[in-house]
């Protein structure tokens, strides 16, 4: 098991055995690089523990702990974690502000107790088998485990193509769960695993709490921003941060000058193709700051090389393409540096996304007759050319109008996501239609929308983006392309102060009419230059459509060919046959249906084999 997870911790290696419990971990060293070999235990070794990622508030944590009477042997944040444990149980995460995966092993009580961080920054997935609980930080240790069946979930795989992502607590895998983040799990062999909710997203007050002027919001965010990226340049070791030139990973870069106190190490990367590049800004951007700026280009051929291997970095399918433009740039940085700072979360925190607009947008647009919408706007909007540059309009209007009439929730996730409803009916074979008879992977985004506490329409758009994309997309692809070259990814934005502060400012001082990232934008004012807080949001996307017409067709036609799809056993070729047909001759963009098949298939020839291939029924699992 840990040799497939050698890429997250090439430094150094450790394992704890007793009667119960096996305990192993990889360690990427970055805190305490002499000292902090892991497992570690308290005082008396009956406590073990073994961690994945970083506590930010270590020291405090630890001078506390000291004064009640702990002893350390090291000067690690893994120590503080078995110290806290002994001082407040299971209540301990509640203490911590980081991003984190653990493990306890507890002596006495005969107790395995795992926690995931609040909001998913680090990976966790398990499963009980052969009386067992097994653990790991990717869900490859599990592929590779003897107790555990290769059976895929049907509900996983449906809500992959719904989503294009596997959301918590699903995994692709039948059996292994995702702990869901924000909670803990105890396992003490009798009772099984039983999972608690520590921590939850809670954007109702921002509805609800004291009333704040937008100067007062703007300076108390101020504040706590530049404190949080304080907190998070914590390191032993070289650290820099990803600049694309947008606002987020730009406000990351500045306030790590402010705070650094000397130089800092920026890197970006520039695509050939024009209106995916954004190059220039991150330059302009270093320039205006002052960083150290490295950029590397990226070939179109390196990306495509980069194809065929996607497999091998996800161990866990991932319908979002940029996944290879994040692999490259961390390939690139770790040349230079262990750890890399970047701007994943602003969106969430601050409406950063177009749909936020579009959902303001519809309100306006459903006053227009119906008779008007279907029988005009409509027939006129999919009559429009198909463009593949970078967020065409196009492809933004069609998606729009696609979705308009739906209820919040579906139309939300048919503007994100790949499969509609009526498309996975006509994808699935019979069987396995059958098979998910009564599910519906939208279930899950329309209980976060409605499980809210937050009472206004966008708020509770955002509260289901921080349940099901930030974690199970952004953040899971952040991780994977950044461990798979043995660097450390940070997201201060996500920091807790940060977090549960930005959780209580009001909507409308996030999406003020249709400006995105208002108190943000506000925050960087003569910070930024002008043009980099006010320039749109571009996104960090690939021209697959271009691609899949041209350079990757070959690639294509050979991963979704007749064979393979019909040796998978999911889906009817017919329909897959439409797809490529339908986008190879420009009468409809199928850029999202085709990379979301494409990286299923190529997951499934490199994890599942066809002699050890089964599904069962769906999981039933609560979210």
Known sequence: MLATIRH???????????????????????????GGHQPIA??????????????????ELRAQLLERGHQFRTHTDTEVIVHAYEEWGEACPEQLNGQFAFAIWDKPRQRLFLARDRVGIKPLYYTEAAGNLIFGSELRVFLTHPAVPRELDLAAVDAYLTYEHVPAPLSIIRGVAKLPPGCTLTYDGPTGARVNRYWDVDLSLSETGEAKSEGEWTEMLADTFRRSVRMELVSDVPLGVFLSGGLDSSAIAALMMQEAGGSVQSFSIAFEDASFDESPFARQVASHLGTLHRQEVLSQQMMWDLVPQLADILDEPLGDSSVI????????????????????????????YSTLQAHRLTGYYNRVPGLLRHLL????????PVSHNNLSFDF???????????????????WLGSFTQAEKAALYRPEVAAALKGQDALDMAAAYYRGSRATSELNRVLHMDMKLYLESDILMKVD????????????PFLNLEMLELANQVPIELKLKGFTRKYLLRRIMKGVLPENIINRPKKGFNIPVAKWFRHELKGLLLDTLSRDRVQRQGLFRYEAVEVLLSQHFSGKRDNRKQLWTLLVLQLWYDRWITPQAAKWGTPSNNDY
């Not at 305990?23 to 805190?31: E, K, V």
């Not at 706007?377 to 429009?384: D, K, M």
């Not at 994977?480 to 997201?491: F, G, H, P, Q, Y």
């Open 480 to 491: 994977r392309a950044s461990m798979a070259n043995s660097l450390e990814a940070r997201v």
């Open 377 to 384: 706007i409509g027939p006129l909007v999919n009559a429009l």
């Open 325 to 352: 433009p994040s692999y490259l740039l961390s390939r690139f940085a770790r040349r230079h540096v262990t750890v890399a700072l970047g701007g994943d979360g602003g969106d969430e925190l601050f409406a950063g």
């Open 42 to 59: 308290n005082e008396d070794e009956t406590c073990w523990v073994v961690l994945n990622g970083e506590i930010f508030n270590y020291r």
């Open 396 to 414: 933004k209007a069609k998606r729009f109008v696609q979705g308009a009439d739906e209820p919040v929730h579906i139309r939300h996730h048919q």
């Open 8 to 34: 997250r911790g090439p430094d150094d290696e450790g394992a704890y055995f007793d009667d119960h419990v096996a305990l192993g971990m990889r360690r990427l060293s970055i805190i305490d690089v002499a």
